[in-house]
């Protein structure tokens, strides 16, 4: 469970001219925008009010399960459990996962402060921000990208070595999927904070002792707050309180996971493998193309949910940019594409990018699987 699982290896990315080309004409383009509306990079008023909203209908659903009001009947409580669980993925969506890539505020200390929304819905900002930017410098790349790392549970790139019960995780997945907050809160921060060295390109990392610290002590308060609270002071039975707390997190980490995991592994995504120099075929502008699909990009309702998860490629190549410009971006960088003869990958809906995620796994389940290490736009030169 806590085995060491990264490469050793330090990645590069090489270039030609017109990929370079394409990576400077998107980037003046965007920078355009900006200069032409006069507008800054960070969050508009409309996320610092969803975030009001947000931590405002935690406050209220919070003080409804306390105030005993809904002890009386076990399906009611769940529901309630259940919605927390929901606000706190709204919140990490829409302020947290911003804030970390320092694009929620251009005040530093406002970032740091949204990212321990995480550790208050039980995660690690600390070693969230270092996961997820390995993440995003080295997509769908094994034993690098940390997002492909599940212990052989599921075999996500068909560089992993294959195991007969990868046959079935186009079926077993989705039962996964739903308790992966669960190992989030119990199994996952530990296992990166004690058992791995190596974090995308950082090597032998030694983690400061005051983070040791807040990753105890933020544990320690997410689950009295949600768990020895509620039991302590609500009405019912204690199982009831029990079988609710649990089920915080099984929906709405099933709406996360899957949110995340169909903008890369999907029916028509790439896998490539470094050169025994550390070499991807590639410059990183390419590379997000050919890893990463967007879906529902136009559809205001669902990018202003989700925090723009939705629209994942602009998200990529502009971290530090704020979800609130995603759509105008991707309009931008669609063109550009089509100009410079670079293949976009976006879906229609959920639904679509959902279907392709699920052939991606079953394929994958299969011993022999291959799936291209490049697409066509790497073959610019």
């Known amino acids: 469970m806590f085995k060491k699982m990264t490469s050793d290896i330090v990645l590069k990315y090489k270039s030609t001219r017109p990929k370079d080309e394409f990576a400077k004409e ?64 709204f ?9 970390c890539h320092e694009a929620f505020s251009e ?34 790349i094994a034993g690098i990208d940390v997002t492909l790392e599940t212990h052989g549970i599921f075999r996500f790139t068909p560089h992993e070595p294959w195991q007969p019960k990868h046959r079935w995780q186009h079926i077993y997945g989705f039962i996964i999927y739903a308790f992966g907050m669960i190992h989030w809160l119990l199994i996952k921060d530990f296992k990166w904070m004690f058992g791995e060295l190596n974090i995308g390109n950082r090597k032998n990392i030694q983690h400061p002792f005051s983070e040791y610290v807040i990753l105890f002590a933020s544990k320690a308060f997410y689950f009295i707050v949600t768990l020895v609270l509620p039991l302590i002071f609500l009405d019912c039975p204690w199982h009831w309180t029990l079988i609710a707390w649990v089920n915080i997190h099984i929906l709405p980490s099933l709406a996360f996971l899957l949110l995340f995991q169909v903008t890369h592994i999907y ?21 997000v193309l050919e890893t ?28 530090h940019i704020n979800h609130a410009h995603y759509i105008p971006l991707t309009r931008i960088i669609k063109q550009t594409a ?41 073959s610019l030169v």
């Open 267 to 287: 029916d028509g995504t790439h896998f490539p493998i470094p050169d025994e120099d550390g070499n991807i075929e590639n410059n990183y502008f390419i590379h």
């Open 107 to 140: 005040n530093k200390k406002i970032n740091y402060l949204g990212g321990f929304v995480l550790n208050f819905i039980g995660g690690n900002q600390y070693l969230f921000a270092q996961m997820h930017n390995a993440h995003h410098s080295f997509v769908n």
């Open 292 to 319: 990463t699909a967007d879906f529902s990009t136009e559809n205001k309702f669902v990018t202003w949910l989700t925090g723009g998860i939705n629209i994942h490629v602009v998200h990529h190549l502009y971290p």
């Open 91 to 99: 919140l990490a969506f829409n302020i947290m996962h911003d804030a």
């Open 26 to 89: 998107l980037a003046r383009r965007v920078n355009n925008y900006f200069k032409e509306k006069n507008i800054s990079k960070f969050a508009d008023s409309s996320v610092v009010i969803k975030s009001i909203l947000g931590f405002s209908l935690w406050i209220i659903v919070y003080g409804l399960i306390m105030s005993n009001a809904l002890s009386f009947n076990f399906w009611l409580l769940l529901v309630a459990f259940i919605s927390l669980g929901f606000i706190n993925i």
């Open 338 to 378: 089509i100009d410079h003869g670079i293949q976009y990958r976006e879906n229609k809906n959920f639904w679509t990018a959902l279907r392709l995620h699920y052939k991606m796994l079953k394929l994958l389940g299969k011993k022999d699987a291959v799936v291209p290490q490049y697409g066509s736009s790497a």
